[in-house]
Nanobody, 121 residues
């Protein structure tokens, strides 16, 4: 499966962005999907994840109540709605797919390219 993330940009603190991740290729498989981010000089970290059915979601504590992950399997797309953005949310955001159960770690099997999110203070 190939993943294409989009929707990043520059936003002021308190603003919102919606990231999209479009899947192509072997989309018939039931992948769990996740969003991750990597700030400059830091390791990649888990942000949010969603099961194939959408019935299970996980969030990093730092984004709970501000970010919402969702998916539209008919469009092979996963979204990350980001509200109340903070400067510390600045990072390159990646989407990834995982065979099997959804997990709240970075152990995902297929990765897309990143999209830059910059939050100014």
């Amino acid at each position: 499966v190939q993943l294409q993330a989009s929707g990043g940009g520059l936003v002021q603190a308190g603003g919102s962005l919606r990231l999209s991740c479009a899947a192509s290729g072997r989309t018939s498989s039931r992948y769990a999907m996740g969003w991750f981010r990597q700030a400059q000089g830091k390791e990649r970290e888990f942000v949010a994840a969603i099961s194939w059915s959408g019935g299970t979601t996980y969030y990093h504590d730092s984004v709970k109540g501000r970010f919402t992950i969702s998916r539209d399997n008919g469009k092979n797309t996963v979204y990350l709605q980001m509200n109340s953005l903070k400067p510390e949310d600045t990072a390159v955001y990646y989407c990834a797919a995982k065979d099997g159960l959804v997990v709240a770690t970075v152990r995902y099997d297929h990765w897309g390219q990143g999209t830059q999110v910059t939050v100014s203070s």
